[in-house]
């Protein structure tokens, strides 16, 4: 499976941003997807993810009510909206793909890994 994230970027606080990750190899509806974020100096951190029918989602606390996560199946991509971004966002975003059944917020029950993308938020 090989994933490829887009879309980060520089944003001022209270600004938007959408993640897309685009994913191959694999039949993309046979998989949830999560996205994961981490800061310099930091553990990396569950923020999102999704069920393969995309029926149901999961989030941290932290992002609750500001980010949506969603996916194509029919363009074998999952998408991060973030709203109202604080400082604190900062970090590289990850997607990962979860094929077993395990906890979603758990990146132990993630196979495999996109290389990244970056999301500065100025104050």
């Known amino acids: 499976v090989q994933l490829q994230a887009s879309g980060g970027g520089l944003v001022q606080a209270g600004g938007s941003l959408r993640l897309s990750c685009a994913a191959s190899g694999r039949t993309f509806s046979s998989y949830s997807m999560g996205w994961f974020r981490q800061a310099p100096g930091k553990e990396r951190e569950f923020v999102a993810a999704?069920?393969?029918?995309?029926?149901?989602?999961y989030y941290a606390d932290s992002v609750k009510g500001r980010f949506t996560i969603s996916r194509d199946n029919a363009k074998n991509t999952v998408y991060l909206q973030m709203n109202s971004l604080k400082p604190e966002d900062t970090a590289a975003y990850y997607c990962?793909?979860?094929?077993?059944?395990?906890?979603?917020?758990?990146?132990?029950?993630?196979?495999?890994w996109g290389q990244g993308t970056q999301v500065t938020v100025s104050s």
């Open positions: 999704i069920s393969r029918s995309g029926v149901s989602t």
């Open positions: 990962a793909t979860k094929y077993y059944s395990g906890s979603y917020y758990d990146d132990n029950m993630y196979d495999y």
